[in-house]
């Protein structure tokens, strides 16, 4: 039978490597709050010592940087890796009646724990949204207004209901996947795909762009299929098929090099150099004098296998003196970093 539904547990999606950073995270709007344990590297069941409501308000006013995703566990229920299950997840869903909003369109995000299951993320989704849109409720896979989240392990599935914003990511586990497009340099297009998204930054209509450590070009794609121009800086080599586009002129030169000679000014920055975060911050605080008013930046910070927390918010404070940080967030497609957008501002 589905576990008593309560309001004091959620689960936290992270990177393997940041899972320590992201509880802690947790743990600076709830210090009661504990690990019960990790479901698999990364993904972490916490008691909470408030409401799920109050956790996920003071994350919205504190956003975390290392939490990709969160959800409530409301609701737990024993599975047997059949086909029963679904029955039993179906039995508790309907637990959470309470928190669902019949005027709020919703969506079920399902995600499975372990190596093989004898049903489909998909068959529960069908399962679960069966029911309500059966009570009047209309579905949006899209851009729902409220969310069932369903995470399964083998031995355990737990749900809840929470507002869409109070997830931290639209995407499950915040898991967001691009499809690979034609002509694509490299997977390091992802990053700044989901960065534009997640951060809300819109390209303008035309205009130049800086990419600082832009080779082999992927970043600098991207600005091409968005009609920007485009100045390249990188001591390596372009893909020939981005070197070859009239519109994007190459630098052969290292950032400072760059720097230290340009005048020109930029709508929008980019730079995914391969440094220490702190010393790529501080050329960031360099090149903000070419960003023209209304310009935007984004920059990964590289950071350590320890101490990758204080690494990231000393990064930041160093950008502070001379941005507005508009989001900091350790994205799907980062690996050992931090995805940075930065507005300019007349400090300095």
Same mark, same amino acid.
């Given at each position: 039978?589905?576990?008593? @539904?309560?309001?004091?547990?959620?689960?936290?999606?992270? =990177?393997?490597?940041?899972?320590?950073?992201?509880?802690? %995270?947790?743990? =600076?709007?709830?210090?009661?709050?504990?690990?019960?344990?990790?479901?698999?590297p990364g993904v972490g069941w916490v008691a909470l010592s408030v409401d799920w409501d109050a956790v996920a308000g003071r994350l919205r006013e504190?956003?975390? &940087?290392?939490?990709?995703?969160?959800?409530?566990?409301?609701?737990?229920?024993?599975?047997?890796?059949t086909g029963a299950d679904l029955d039993a997840l179906a039995q508790a869903s309907e637990q959470?009646?309470?928190?669902?909003?019949?005027?709020?369109?919703?969506?079920?995000?399902?995600?499975?724990?372990?190596?093989?299951?004898? !049903?489909?993320? !998909?068959?529960?989704?069908?399962?679960?949204?069966?029911?309500?849109?059966?009570?009047?409720?209309?579905?949006?896979?899209?851009?729902?207004?409220?969310?069932?989240?369903?995470?399964?392990?083998?031995?355990?599935?737990? @749900?809840?209901? =929470?507002?869409?914003?109070?997830?931290?990511?639209?995407?499950?586990?915040? #898991?967001?996947?691009?499809?690979? %497009? $034609?002509?694509? &340099?490299?997977? #390091?297009?992802?990053?700044? +795909?989901?960065?534009?998204?997640?951060? *809300?930054?819109?390209?303008? $209509? $035309?205009?130049?762009?800086?990419?600082?450590?832009?080779?082999?070009?992927?970043?600098?794609?991207?600005?091409? /299929?968005? =009609?920007?121009?485009?100045?390249?800086?990188?001591?390596?080599?372009?893909?020939?098929?981005? #070197?070859?586009?009239?519109?994007?002129? !190459?630098?052969?030169?290292?950032?400072?090099?760059? @720097?230290? /000679?340009?005048?020109?000014?930029?709508?929008?920055?980019?730079?995914?150099?391969?440094?220490?975060?702190?010393?790529?911050?501080?050329?960031?605080?360099?090149?903000?004098?070419?960003?023209?008013?209304?310009?935007?930046?984004?920059? /990964?910070?590289?950071?350590?296998?320890?101490?990758?927390?204080?690494?990231?918010?000393?990064?930041?404070?160093? +950008?502070?003196?001379? !941005?507005?940080?508009? *989001?900091?967030?350790?994205?799907?497609?980062?690996?050992?970093?931090?995805?940075?957008?930065?507005? *300019?501002?007349?400090? *300095?």
């Amino acid at each position: 039978m589905p576990g008593d @539904l309560q309001n004091k547990s959620l689960i936290l999606t992270s =990177s393997t490597q940041a899972a320590h950073a992201a509880l802690r %995270e947790v743990q =600076s709007v709830d210090s009661d709050a504990r690990l019960r344990r990790w479901l698999v590297p990364g993904v972490g069941w916490v008691a909470l010592s408030v409401d799920w409501d109050a956790v996920a308000g003071r994350l919205r006013e504190r956003p975390a &940087i290392f939490c990709r995703h969160i959800c409530p566990a409301q609701v737990s229920v024993p599975l047997a890796q059949t086909g029963a299950d679904l029955d039993a997840l179906a039995q508790a869903s309907e637990q959470l009646s309470s928190r669902l909003d019949p005027a709020q369109t919703f969506s079920v995000q399902t995600r499975q724990l372990g190596p093989a299951w004898p !049903y489909a993320r !998909y068959d529960v989704n069908r399962r679960l949204s069966e029911i309500w849109i059966g009570q009047g409720l209309t579905l949006d896979v899209r851009q729902p207004e409220q969310v069932i989240s369903v995470v399964l392990t083998p031995e355990q599935g737990y @749900l809840g209901v =929470s507002e869409a914003v109070d997830n931290l990511s639209d995407w499950a586990g915040g #898991a967001r996947r691009f499809k690979r %497009e $034609e002509g694509q &340099i490299s997977r #390091a297009e992802f990053k700044l +795909l989901e960065a534009l998204e997640l951060f *809300g930054l819109e390209m303008p $209509e $035309e205009g130049l762009a800086l990419d600082l450590g832009a080779a082999p070009g992927g970043w600098t794609r991207v600005l091409r /299929t968005r =009609s920007m121009r485009v100045v390249a800086v990188d001591p390596g080599d372009l893909d020939p098929r981005i #070197a070859a586009d009239p519109e994007v002129r !190459y630098v052969g030169q290292t950032a400072e090099a760059y @720097l230290r /000679t340009s005048k020109e000014r930029f709508d929008v920055i980019l730079n995914d150099m391969r440094m220490d975060a702190i010393d790529s911050a501080r050329i960031m605080v360099r090149t903000s004098g070419l960003l023209k008013p209304g310009g935007w930046a984004v920059m /990964t910070l590289k950071l350590p296998k320890k101490g990758l927390s204080r690494s990231a918010k000393a990064a930041i404070e160093v +950008l502070r003196k001379r !941005y507005d940080v508009v *989001g900091a967030r350790q994205l799907f497609h980062n690996r050992n970093e931090v995805t940075v957008a930065l507005k *300019g501002t007349d400090r *300095g």
